[in-house]
């Protein structure tokens, strides 16, 4: 702006700017005059299930839809009441959408980082497989939770009865499963990464991964509100975008991605950034988006969880992936 102001107020003894010399000028400033829109991100951890979001960050994907997007940690299912409440614009807490929405709130998954959850079943050194659980104790974040029911499914379909032939104790979140963990005072727990491989570097076990337990659990989405959408539909496409492109960038461009990623889980090892990014990209969506076969897994798995949650909910109510869909097609 500047520069356009100092050539406008030249002295009336100077040559005056040619027409061309005008116009050039002005393109050179116009990127100047253009604002871009400031918007507010809620994030449930620092986790891996973040990455997409931070990659478009750190690479300008954001910038490019003309977005400023502030991003702000906010732990659980606070971050899609402040969405709610019209705190932030968008949330990155995914089950605690998919649950709002089930129970009537009128909210919206619109993407997902990864159709599959990113938790592996990390055992004590001396248990290598799930059917060495029986009889010990198993850590978990809180009863009926999500954590919970993949503990659960994971026991039964290795022939073990959850709080019969294995007790589930509540421990806390990933900090405190991993220190009791360490201290032995559980013998296995469900962790996302950088956990396992850290874990694993110590010794223990990864004995499950939970993606071939369950199939219908999303991870790292994006939750907006139906007044958003019906409000602003160009800038749910704009942030749905730039977060698609973060994931694109993760699965394409691994070397950049790992140091990324390293920087962003606070991890010092290239090696173990590497191999964290490697383990990440094979199990996330390619697309954002999932299918109709999905969204029902995913609501039957959030009712569960619920409990007292029976009657039929149509895949609309929960999930609008017409964005992810319509960014993935422009992409191509």
């Avoid at 702000?72 to 959408?97: C, F, H, K, N, P």
């Avoid at 570097?201 to 509100?225: H, K, L, W």
């Avoid at 991605?257 to 199990?283: C, E, M, P, T």
């Amino acid at each position: 702006m500047t520069v356009l102001l100092a050539a406008l107020v030249k002295p009336a003894s100077d040559k005056f700017l040619t027409a061309s010399g005008i116009l050039a000028v002005l393109l050179v400033a116009a990127p100047l005059f253009a604002q871009s829109k400031k918007v507010r991100f809620s994030v449930s951890a620092i986790s891996i299930a973040e990455v997409p979001f931070k990659i478009a960050s750190v690479k300008g994907f954001y910038r490019d839809e003309g977005l400023n997007v502030e991003t702000i940690l906010i732990r659980g299912a606070v971050g899609l009441q402040a969405l709610v409440g019209g705190s932030v614009d968008y949330t990155s807490a995914s089950g605690a959408t998919i649950a709002a929405a089930v129970r009537g709130i009128p909210v919206k998954l619109v993407f997902i980082g990864s159709a599959k959850p990113q938790f592996d079943l990390m055992a004590q050194k001396d248990i290598r497989s799930v059917a060495e659980l029986r009889g010990k104790l198993v850590g978990i974040s809180s009863r009926g939770g999500a954590i919970d029911l993949l503990t659960q499914a994971i026991l039964q379909k290795n022939g073990l009865t959850p709080n019969k032939d294995v007790t589930s104790i509540v421990v806390g979140g990933q900090e405190e499963t991993a220190l009791a963990l360490r201290t032995g005072r559980i013998a296995a727990g469900l962790f996302t990464p950088p956990r396992p491989p850290i874990l694993e570097r110590e010794g223990f076990n990864r004995i499950a991964y939970s993606g071939d337990y369950m199939a219908t659990y999303p991870t790292g989405g994006i939750g907006v509100t139906d007044e958003k959408i019906k409000a602003d539909p160009a800038e749910v496409l704009a942030f749905v975008k730039a977060s698609l492109r973060g994931l694109l960038f993760a699965k394409q461009n691994r070397v950049e991605a790992a140091k990324i990623i390293g920087d962003y889980l606070g991890v010092k090892d290239a090696a173990l950034s590497q191999q964290i990014l490697d383990g990440y990209v094979g199990r996330i969506s390619a697309a954002g988006s999932a299918d109709e076969a999905w969204m029902k897994g995913a609501i039957e798995f959030t009712q569960k969880s619920l409990g007292g949650v029976d009657k039929e909910v149509a895949p609309a109510r929960v999930f609008d992936f017409s964005f992810a869909q319509k960014a993935a097609a422009g992409l191509k």
